[in-house]
């Protein structure tokens, strides 16, 4: 299994970067796990919001992994618990998916292209996370996926 997160923006303070370090590394036994960034667009520099929000999509599209199965992060996507989104994980490799990717977008949300590539929209349910926190959670569910369709405790 593959997990490709692409996310609008760097991390720019230490906490965030380790935090997500710390999952990536807990995630590379159960699953090849890559985080790509792509630049942030400020709208003022590109002529607008869509404007910037467009440049950003083709930047996302671009990273993504080619025949990958795209879930786009978006507050009016499907909530799912933990073991739901374990479950619907393992459902979607037994039939014969692989490659995930995962698309964080930026703070103006994603293009239609982005929208148009994703096969299913997840949500963290229907609060606003910064990006950064949402990364964190998004990796920390990926883990707590694989250790649940493991039969494995989780890590405490």
Not at 68 to 93: M, N, Q
Not at 118 to 138: D, M, Q, Y
Request: glycine fraction near 8%; include cysteine; proline fraction near 4%.
């Amino acid at each position: 299994m593959r997990f490709t997160i692409v996310a609008v923006g760097k991390l720019k303070e230490r906490f965030w970067a380790d935090a997500c370090a710390e999952y990536l590394k807990r995630l590379q036994p159960y699953a090849k796990t890559v985080v790509k960034e792509v630049a942030d667009i400020d709208p003022a520099r590109a002529g607008g919001v869509e404007a910037a929000r467009d440049r950003e999509g083709a930047a996302i599209v671009a990273a993504l992994p080619a025949g990958a199965h795209v879930l786009l992060l978006a507050i009016e996507g499907k909530e799912r618990s933990s073991e739901s989104l374990s479950k619907r994980l393992d459902s979607l490799a037994l039939s014969g998916t692989s490659d995930f990717a995962f698309v964080i977008g930026g703070s103006d949300g994603v293009s239609d292209a982005v929208r148009a590539r994703a096969n299913e929209t997840l949500s963290f349910g229907p609060i606003t996370l910064p990006h950064n926190l949402a990364r964190v959670v998004l990796l920390e569910q990926l883990y707590r996926a694989q250790k649940i369709s493991r039969g494995e405790p989780y890590h405490k």
